[in-house]
């Protein structure tokens, strides 16, 4: 079974390996700057990191910061061999956005990126492009309260 708890600064290298791995290839390829472990330095804020844990083995992170009516989403990230856990964790943010009353959730994603499809099954939109990095803003607003009555 997994687990999640709020990161600390001893997780540091391992949020930074699964991040390198499965992201590098796309900054190099589609950024400007490319991958830059200083730029992850400089971003990497445990207070906003959620990390998912299996035997006490870190297998995912989600890093969201509530902005004036959204929650912005600034990384997803699985190890591989967990795919399954996406949808959770997009389920965790959106219970995050609601019970700090935001209006929806907000990300920038690589568009030939998987999680891209997954967003999409999960009910976020594609509400922008940014052509020069072959990304696209995606948004989902929050549902409040139940979908069917009790």
Not at 74 to 85: A, E, I, V, W
Request: charged share 30%; hydrophobic share 40%.
């Amino acid at each position: 079974m997994y687990s999640f708890r709020k990161a600390s600064d001893s997780d540091k290298e391992v949020i930074y390996s699964i991040m390198e791995k499965n992201m590098s290839d796309y900054f190099n390829r589609f950024t400007p700057d490319g991958w830059s472990r200083e730029k992850f330095d400089a971003g990497f804020m445990p207070e906003r990191i959620t990390v998912c844990e299996m035997e006490r083995r870190i297998i995912g992170f989600y890093d969201v910061e509530a902005r004036k009516d959204f929650l912005y989403l600034h990384n997803l990230q699985l190890t591989r061999g967990s795919p399954h856990l996406g949808s959770v964790f997009l389920e965790r943010i959106e219970d995050e956005a609601c019970k700090k009353g935001l209006s929806s959730i907000r990300a920038k994603m690589f568009v030939r990126n998987p999680a891209v499809r997954l967003a999409l099954r999960q009910g976020f939109v594609v509400v922008g492009d940014i052509l020069l990095e072959s990304s696209c803003w995606m948004e989902k607003p929050v549902r409040y309260g139940s979908l069917v009555d009790d």
